[in-house]
């Protein structure tokens, strides 16, 4: 009754102008708000580092091309690069992980809400720095706009003679800047899992989302840090004159490329970790079983976790380092690909003898599932330090890691979209055009990342704005540019469907997909305080227990 | 079936996670010990390895009363939190200010320090790699001291106003976590910077 007569005048007077909507969002400390903050802000950088994937392949798409320059070709690969894994897939990732995590763990919110804005709004103003180099990167000197070192950054190109201008400074700065949100959010993250669970849930009946971010957020924690020393000292050769980087004062140029990859290496598993964990919620709920093996996908999560600080050389094969160097990198690369069998195994698992239902979210999940594997396996292949020599620096590597990021995560965030959109936006999105991008985007895929290992093997250097006719690698080039176009169609069939459904979707209610963990407990799209009451839980499947009151799960875990 | 049911509601009420202020510093530490680390690493890496002098062993003094005055700030700060704790705010704020002194007392030996290496021996970051290296492994370690020192006259400002009671004491010792974490990590630089490297 009270709270009735609490939200009926809210209700009355609610229609608030558009700046009034919008300052409440600005200011917003919520997790939800925040989450969803994130996703449309990873989203707008999507299309942007897409339009600038696009361009490059433009230019490759013919021998002797000339769509754009090399100097614009280099900015392209810079900003593309550096973009995509610094302000889309890590802030998706995060805004995923914000929404969900609290829901899931039922807390109202994140241990620190104003942390958490405040991390966001780092990362936001970290993007804004990096897209400004385009207007203010040429500085007094003239010099080139956007920054154009890659996004590796290796040394010497870093430094004041062969960098002039601002534009790598604005490079520095973008990252060191989202950097100190990452880490905020990670801190935020581990305070949240550890401190704010509802009474009951012990860290092994947690969802293995939360046990994931967890892990995710440990690693941020030591990954990302290094990249933020190694900025710091970057800054200091370009403004201060010190030499860490700087060959001709006895400074090293190979340091750089280790603490650029002690950072570079964890942070692939930062980003493929929570899409685990999507994987995780999503497969089960499809295939109408609990998980195969939790005590060992938690196990294996962490073990990814160790194993991946110790595998960063592997990016460095070929500048030549010692033998026992190269066993111990071979050997430690080759060591993560067991915990991650074990994943692939209890997915697999998972659906054996399962009910499955082959809506969009599952279908994006068995598609991660059997990419992530090839991409694995090229990654076996690249681990071997000798195959490397032959290899690394070619195409074959490219295809590798967007086998990884786009065949891996891409896809596995598609799943997760669809799986938690009605959720978020209380309605239901639309099977149809939602399988209908999956099939697109799907062959679209494959012909981009499956040929582009070809040219690879023909001896394709990557990096290069264009190239000699008549190498064999014509024919590819054209089909991989081809495969672009059919990504775009996908991604503007999916844009398409949110909008679509956001606004004529039918109602979703609280529970679509008739799901075991706490966030279906509350209504769609969740209210301010998450949960009207904090939810005790005595199992893995909380909601499992309450609607078969007479076969609970805690009577067996 | 009832045992469990009766053990469960019994177990309810005791339903107690670790406070998120301590578990929140220590993640922070982490983070803070890996960015350390890569600046030990680089000087370690190129200890001997500058081209032209000045060389460590001709310019570097050993800071033994820095040392014993930042290092005994973690016991003053120990006492203060330990007192808050008691609810003894008179003890507390000695301790505190204590602290405040021994840590005020460190920046400026510190400063002493530079500004000899800077205007005496002429070593800047840019002179060779041992001034880049020093002064940036230093420089990092003086500036968590700095934002240690300015929390330290935070909290000694409310003191005086009289706002800081007994119910603070897990504020103070999540501050404690981050102090102690600044002496430790000297302890890593001085073994580095004036054992090691000279």
Not at chain 1, 6 to 18: F, H, M, N
Not at chain 1, 113 to 118: G, I, T, Y
Not at chain 2, 149 to 170: N, P, S, T, Y
Request: hydrophobic share 50%; proline share 5%.
């Amino acid at each position: 009754m009270a709270s009735e007569s609490i939200a009926l005048p809210r209700a009355a007077e609610s229609t608030p102008g558009i700046t009034e909507r919008l300052h409440e969002w600005v200011v917003t400390v919520d997790h939800k708000k925040i989450g969803l903050m994130y996703i449309l802000y990873a989203l707008v950088f999507l299309v942007i580092g897409g339009i600038e994937a696009t361009i490059m392949r433009i230019q490759l798409i013919v021998p002797h091309n000339n769509f754009v320059s090399p100097q614009v070709f280099n900015r392209m690969m810079t900003m593309h690069g550096t973009t995509m894994i610094f302000f889309v897939a890590m802030p998706i990732l995060f805004g995923f992980g914000n929404y969900l995590v609290p829901l899931m763990i039922g807390a109202r919110d994140m241990a620190f809400p104003r942390l958490n804005a405040f991390s966001f709004w780092l990362m936001a103003f970290g993007g804004l720095l990096l897209y400004f180099s385009f207007i203010g990167g040429t500085g007094l000197y003239g010099a080139g706009s956007a920054p154009d070192v890659g996004w590796w950054a290796y040394a010497p190109l870093t430094s004041r003679a062969f960098s002039k201008g601002h534009s790598t400074d604005f490079w520095t700065l973008a990252v060191l800047v989202s950097g100190f949100g990452s880490i905020g959010t990670a801190v935020n993250f581990i305070a949240t899992i550890i401190s704010m669970r509802c009474p009951g849930m012990t860290l092994g009946k947690m969802p293995l989302l939360a046990w994931m971010n967890l892990v995710m957020a440990g690693l941020v924690l030591l990954a990302i840090s290094p990249l933020t020393a190694a900025q710091a000292m970057l800054m200091l050769d370009r403004y201060m004159g010190a030499h860490f980087f700087d060959t001709q004062a006895g400074g090293s140029a190979a340091i750089w490329m280790h603490f650029f990859w002690i950072f570079g290496h964890p942070e692939v598993y930062v980003l493929i970790i929570p899409c685990f964990a999507f994987v995780s919620e999503i497969v089960p709920v499809f295939s109408r079983k609990p998980i195969f093996g939790y005590p060992v996908m938690v196990g294996a999560t962490v073990a990814i976790g160790f194993v991946s600080m110790t595998v960063w050389a592997h990016h460095m094969f070929t500048i030549g380092m010692t033998s026992y160097a190269n066993a111990f990198f071979t050997f430690s690369t080759m060591v993560v690909g067991i915990p991650t069998g074990i994943k692939i195994f209890n997915w697999i698992g998972t659906m054996w003898g399962g009910k499955i239902l082959l809506k969009a979210p599952m279908l994006f999940c068995i598609a991660f599932i059997f990419q992530f594997l090839i991409a694995g396996l090229t990654g076996i292949m690249l681990a071997a330090a000798p195959f490397d020599w032959q290899l690394g620096n070619s195409y074959f590597v490219v295809a590798h890691f967007h086998y990884v990021i786009v065949g891996g995560i891409l896809f596995a965030l598609f799943g997760a979209f669809y799986y938690w959109f009605p959720k978020m936006s209380g309605r239901m999105y639309n099977e149809g055009l939602a399988k209908l991008h999956f099939w697109i985007f799907f062959i679209g895929f494959h012909l981009t990342f499956d040929l582009m290992h070809i040219p690879g093997m023909l001896g394709m250097p990557r990096r290069i704005y264009t190239y000699e006719p008549g190498r064999g690698w014509d024919i590819w080039n054209l089909l991989i540019t081809i495969g672009v176009f059919f990504q775009i169609a996908g991604v503007l069939v999916f844009v398409g469907n949110l909008l679509w459904s956001l606004l004529k979707g039918r109602s979703a209610g609280n529970d679509p997909w008739d799901a075991w963990t706490l966030e279906w407990a509350t209504s769609s799209p969740p209210p301010d305080y998450n949960f009207a009451s904090v939810p005790t839980v005595r199992s893995r499947r909380p909601l499992w227990d309450l609607k078969h009151p007479e076969d609970p799960d805690w009577k067996y875990e | 079936m009832h045992d469990t049911a009766a053990a469960a509601a019994s177990a309810e009420p005791q339903w107690v996670l670790p406070s998120r202020g301590p578990v929140a510093m220590y993640s922070l530490i982490l983070a803070e010990s890996s960015i350390f680390t890569i600046f030990v690493v680089a000087y370690l890496f190129y200890i001997g390895k500058s081209l032209t002098g000045p060389y460590p062993k001709d310019v570097l003094e050993v800071p033994i009363f820095a040392t014993i005055c930042l290092l005994s700030s973690s016991g003053t700060i120990h006492f203060a939190v330990a007192a808050l704790r008691k609810g003894n705010t008179g003890a507390f704020g000695s301790w505190w200010f204590a602290t405040l002194a021994l840590g005020g007392i460190f920046l400026f030996e510190t400063g002493r320090e530079w500004h000899h290496l800077i205007y005496e021996q002429g070593l800047t970051i840019s002179t060779n790699l041992f001034g880049t290296t020093y002064y940036s492994l230093v420089g990092l370690h003086g500036s968590h001291v700095t934002v240690g020192l300015i929390l330290l006259a935070l909290g000694m400002i409310f003191m005086l106003m009289g706002k800081v009671r007994q119910e603070h004491a897990e504020r103070a010792e999540v501050f404690s976590l981050y102090w102690h974490f600044v002496d430790e990590v000297w302890v890593v630089v001085f073994t580095v910077v004036y054992i090691v490297g000279r």
